[in-house]
């Protein structure tokens, strides 16, 4: 999904645009946390468009401001890791882990450090899973994606042959029902 929704942006705002644009709409990938690190204001998968944004620090770290708003009118400032800060994050995710493993009490810290900004990523394509109660005006479906579902193990049964053909076709009947007018299928 990065692969396309990557190409899909490069091609609407060209390959130099910021890094978030007003009217952009986003997904989240996990929940995204009030401060207080309790509170959920947006659930996985929940899709909203950016009204503004704008660097800022947070947390001690660079980090994008974003004014969002979801399909039902709820307006949140959430907050995204700068892009430039991700090796400085990954670095101090690890040494909380390790700190964390060693005392069990000190688990809280490593998850407030993991739960502290929005991962966000661009919704123009999205798996079939996370596409499941929406509708779309139009709908594309990677068919060679999907029919990777079937490709037999070595120690698959009879059964489980079944079963993969079973979700295979699952898969196609929610990824083709999303669409309202148009659909494309690539074989």
Not at 115 to 133: L, P
Not at 149 to 166: G, Y
Request: proline content about 3%; overall charge neutral; hydrophobic content about 35%.
């Amino acid at each position: 999904m990065d692969y396309y929704n990557q190409q899909i942006r490069n091609h609407l705002y060209g390959k130099t645009a910021f890094r978030f644009i007003p009217g952009e709409r986003l997904i989240t990938r996990d929940p995204v946390l009030a401060p207080d690190s309790k509170t959920i204001i947006f659930s996985t998968s929940t899709e909203f468009t950016i009204q503004e944004f704008s660097e800022d620090r947070y947390s001690n770290y660079e980090a994008w401001r974003l004014k969002v708003a979801t399909d039902d009118g709820v307006s949140r400032q959430i907050y995204a890791l700068h892009e430039d800060e991700q090796n400085r994050f990954d670095a101090e995710t690890s040494r909380l882990l390790a700190i964390a493993k060693r005392n069990p009490f000190l688990w809280r810290d490593y998850y407030h450090h993991l739960e502290q900004f929005a991962n966000v990523r661009n919704c123009f394509a999205i798996t079939v899973h996370n596409s499941q109660g929406s509708t779309f005006l139009e709908c594309g479906v990677d068919g060679q994606d999907l029919s990777k579902r079937l490709n037999p193990e070595r120690d698959d049964t009879v059964k489980d042959l079944l079963a993969k053909v079973k979700e295979h076709n699952r898969l196609w009947y929610v990824g083709a029902s999303r669409a309202r007018r148009r659909i494309l299928v690539v074989p």
